[in-house]
Nanobody
């Protein structure tokens, strides 16, 4: 079992940057693949990025490649999403998640409560 709490969201102007954090309690983050998702008003939840428990093997949705960076500090049970060159279309509630890769399928078993990111033009 693991509990996740996001923080760091807020209001930022287009072109700005923001770093989101996800604090975990329970098991060590190294036991899980970690991910970030987002959900904009009226839209379905969208995958943003994931990071393997090893701290390597990152993957990003095309729309954020080169702008967002996912990282983790397992000893501190922290997951980060560094966001740069933010645009209004990045506005959403951002969620961190923990899961496992089993037989080629990702299972996202644990979710945080979300943190709002609003990007103004």
């Amino acid at each position: 079992q693991v509990q996740l709490v996001e923080s760091g969201g807020g209001l930022v102007q287009a072109g700005g940057s923001l770093r989101l954090s996800c604090a975990a309690s329970g098991r060590m983050l190294s036991s899980y693949t970690m991910g970030w998702f987002r959900q904009a008003p009226g839209k379905e939840r969208e995958f943003v990025a994931r990071l393997a428990g090893s701290g390597t093997d990152t993957y990003y949705v095309d729309s954020v490649k080169g702008r967002f960076t996912i990282s983790r500090e397992n000893a501190k049970k922290l997951l980060y999403l560094q966001m740069a060159s933010l645009q209004p279309e990045d506005t959403a509630v951002y969620y961190c998640a923990a899961g496992s890769l089993v037989a080629g399928i990702y299972y996202w078993n644990y979710w945080g409560q979300g943190t709002q990111v609003t990007v103004s033009s």
